[in-house]
């Protein structure tokens, strides 16, 4: 397989790369479903944090445990749980986020019967001194809850090598962006959406060798690649898992060259210090300067101006916002971005998805008039 | 209608609670203040239902509950009106519609009282949900005023001593924070002094919903959604000491003198969750045509939840504690315990819960609390599906059919 084909193969079953490394290698794996996970932690005591993004299939158990009113990753996720699709985790951790997740914690502790179980309580404010530290004794706790439950000791140099492996991993991530917003033609219209997923669910060390073979070759590339002369469009809404909108885009004539989502540009954002005294506060101050999360307090206007901040930056020509239903902390924002986004005379569209986006043609024929206009 | 349901007949109708006008004149007065704030020199605060109040009043910083104001707006059945304009305004119809409605007639000035008096602050506890800090982050843009946030953080399991390390000193910057807006010092015995008053009026407050344990119950659950204003806006105060002692007197008369408010009493019921607030009349109606009493709920319960265990302890001190723990802000199998205490506590039949699409900390996770009490106490409950402001989310026949149909399981 190429790089660019595990990618998607990874992409396509996530639960069935978790599955072939517990058959090959016996290793722990752990599952969460944000990106405010400290995965450095996980992976420092050895065992692979593998993201989930819920069922793309029927949800039929979860219905017994959650009302219609709650975001599809949560009932997808849980789905998935109770269907046995997720048998080779050996737990999960829950940071804190949502009033949705947190409630789907409970609901999973109480039946999805695995042998771990973690919440991570961080702060929902993070601009405080108090917050900051709270959240170091938070991943501290965690760091102590992991060793207990998989009796291994987690080393201050562990941490400072998951640290690096993960950096190397966000520079390499980086580089896959601004590659596609220079040559966007390089790219078929879902691979980076693909490498993205890739990145959340393969073990790190081999996700390392294989992105960086990636960008080698298709780096050797680059310089015969002619430029597309299409319309350059934004993602926002950041919501926690998205479904693969790529495709229609470029058929509406565009092409994605930015993104200010959570399992895209916001998941690289930020180096931890490799090689600090005390590792836990290094992780700790990534997520309190982390462009914030709408579930999570810093400043207010923060996120407006960090939309039209990219935008401007990477030349788009308009946003699209991808808004997940029944998604309270993004919806929340919507109306505050949006007037951000029209005071810079950015053009912006809203796309609501439930489920699975909405019939495909009938999204087209909006995001064609979309484009068009821009 | 079921055969053996009555019609309801208003002749048998209990009297009415007397303390109700004593209740509707100190809540006038209240909002007349407010919103003459301004020309009394006094600094309005918005604050959360579960929001630490005391540190305001011993501040002399007038609190305004936009959730008290969401509450009448559903009540005057202008819930859906205002939240369509939210809507109009980009915030999504999945949103609390306490939040939306609110949020419109900010800008609106429609509502029952024509907008609440304009913030000089905001202080935001988010121990009830994740919706009030984005509602509140959205009124410190609006009105472009400051704005404090306590986080207070969910108990799945335990309460970590570094919760209460970060709670206790975010009540201390609470206080500077009220310091700075304010312009004076805190007076830390004027402090204690509306600390005392607070664990006062909370601990009547919890006496006055105990009186339902008694069989029959001289109030009822939509009595209690009345009755609780002044515990969520007033609490602190002497106004709410004495008005809940006042109320306290009644209800034991009414024992006294064997007044029930349903009026043949046989099924004794426990509600969760928010009210509905425009269907109170008639859900009251519709069980008491049963002899059903709501006796208990988990919701007006949730302010007596927070009397603090002082001991020993400053009011500051115990407030980080309470205020963390308190019913919405714990997993569910903790939620379950407080439930089963009180359905022995209150001899409670049955259980309707509301899940309230509004309020996704208080309904998700319902099913499971609903099997456990079915399971472990073997008590029948019922679902119904609802909203507490946004009237287009309630389907009157198909809930009037389902309690029509639990109540004859209940019967049998
Ligand atoms: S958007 Fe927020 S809640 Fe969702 S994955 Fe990202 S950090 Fe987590
Ligand atoms: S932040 Fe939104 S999308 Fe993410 S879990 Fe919560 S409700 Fe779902
Ligand atoms: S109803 Fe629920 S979601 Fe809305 S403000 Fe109250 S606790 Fe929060």
Redesign the pocket.
Known sequence: MTPAERFRSVWRDPAGYGRSVKQETGRSILGFFCSYAPVELIYAAGILPLRLFGTRGEISLADTHLQSYCCSLVRGGLEDALKGNLDFLDGAVFPHTCDSIQRLSDIWRLNAGFAHHFDAVLPVKLNTQSARQYMIDVLSGFCRELETAFGKQIRDADINAAICAYNQIRKQLKAVYALRSQKPGLFEPSAVHWIMTAAMVMEPAAFLRDITAFLDQIGSSAGDAPQTGRKRLMLAGGICTHPDVYDLLARAGADVVWDDLCTGARYFEGTIAEDAKDPLAAVADRYLSRSVCPAKHADITARGRHLVDAAREQGVDGVVFLQLKFCDPHAFDYPYLKQFLDSAQIPSLLIEIEDQPPPGEQLLTRLETFVDML | MADNQKKHDPAKKAPKIQAVSRMKEIMTNYYIDAKTAREQGKKVAWITSGGPVEPLIAMDVIPVYP?NHGAMIGASKMGAQLCEKAEEMGYSRDL?S??RADIADSVEKTGPIGGLPEPDMLVCCNN??G??LKWYETAARYFNVPLFILDTPFVHREFSDSARKYVLSQIYEYIGFLETHCGTKMDYDRMEEVGRLSVEGTGLWQAVLDTCAHRPAPMTAFDAFFHLALIVTLRGTQTAVDYYRQLHDELNQRIANGVSMVPDEKYRLLWDN?PVWYKTRWLSEKFAAHDAALVADTYTSAWSGMLPDMNGQTFLEAMAETYTKVY?NISIDMMFDIVANMIEKYHVDGMVMHSNR?????SLGQYDLRQMIMDRLGVPTLIIEAD?VDERAFSESQIDTRIDAFMETLKS
Request: glycine fraction near 0%; include cysteine; aromatic fraction near 12%.
């Open positions: 959730e609390c306490y939040a009830i949900c919706t009030v928010l919405i509004s309020c996704k900390p208080y507490m």
